[in-house]
């Protein structure tokens, strides 16, 4: 059956030139490319599935990505994203420690679970904990540091545009979903609660905590409830906590993502911003919304 490979380049690091797409394109015993953005994006066709290894080899280093699709179905019909490190450019948790002044402790207990080294649900217990009596101020602190990844905005409004649902789905915490998803546009937003008392941190989150399983099981609920198939879903995250879902959607996407969840998926982005989940749909710059 018969492939899409799409090269996507950081636009803000180097250009996706002629010469580069002629060396994939010979790599991989492709047919004549398609340019979706001029020096950004392309898709070449191909025979078979491609060698993901030769074609990173190929791009030697180069901050450009490559996604490998089927040609049927390729725009989906649900997006379903993490928040932090993926929709925004910043770990939440990592930033209400840091204002707290134990940012170092607890970022490193966040780097062992989101690269999968500890379960997610008992290092969010272990984190908020470390917090209790915090003053709730810090969360809008935390709040003024958050910034959206280049594309976000692009990627929400190009699928909505396409009837497609979005929904944000987070491990982090509600008082930053519920921002992020009215400010990118998202359908729907889910997430932890931060349980406070008297101005200050308890030191709790609510349970049942939404971690792995749960977010899987979004995917199917939203997918169902849209009468989708799961072929028909993309997904994206960089958190081991994110895998399941990236495995199960038709497209799953590991967003600059930790090494262990890089190395699981079958599709990732290591460069460009969230503009490459368009393009891997085959979208054309044309088509994309505020782009």
């Not at 001029?38 to 030697?60: C, F, K, Q, S, W």
């Not at 984190?127 to 692009?154: C, F, H, N, S, Y």
Request: glycine share 10%.
């Amino acid at each position: 059956m018969r492939h899409i490979l799409t090269l996507i380049a950081d636009r803000d690091a180097t250009t996706l030139d002629a010469a580069t797409i002629s060396r994939v394109r010979d790599a991989v015993r492709g047919d004549a490319p398609l340019i979706l953005s001029e020096g950004e994006a392309a898709d070449i066709p191909v025979p078979e599935t491609p060698d993901m290894d030769t074609v990173r080899a190929v791009l030697d280093d180069r901050p450009i990505d490559a996604i490998a699709t089927r040609p049927r179905g390729r725009r989906k019909g649900l997006l379903i994203a993490d928040m932090d490190c993926t929709i925004i450019t910043v770990e939440t948790l990592d930033e209400i420690a840091d204002i707290a002044g134990i940012g170092a402790r607890i970022a490193a207990i966040t780097a062992r679970a989101m690269n999968g080294e500890i379960p997610f649900e008992d290092a969010l217990r272990e984190r908020v904990g470390m917090l209790k009596g915090l003053d709730i101020d810090a969360l809008e602190k935390t709040w003024a540091r958050v910034q959206l990844t280049p594309g976000a905005l692009d990627l929400v409004a190009t699928m909505r545009a396409h009837n497609a649902m979005t929904a944000l789905v987070s491990g982090g915490f509600t008082f930053f979903t519920d921002r992020v998803a009215a400010k990118v546009g998202f359908h729907i937003h889910r997430a932890n609660t931060l349980l406070h008392e008297g101005g200050a941190l308890t030191g709790l989150v609510a349970e049942p905590i939404l971690g792995r399983d749960a977010k899987l099981a979004a995917l199917q609920e939203f997918s169902a409830e849209r009468n989708l198939k799961l072929a028909a879903t993309l997904a994206v995250g960089d958190g081991a906590n994110d895998l399941a879902m990236l495995g199960a959607a038709g497209l799953g996407v590991a967003f600059r993502a930790k090494p262990a969840v890089a190395a699981a998926a079958r599709a990732r982005v290591d460069h460009a911003g969230l503009r490459a989940l368009l393009f891997a749909q085959g979208y054309r710059a044309g088509d994309i919304v505020g782009g």
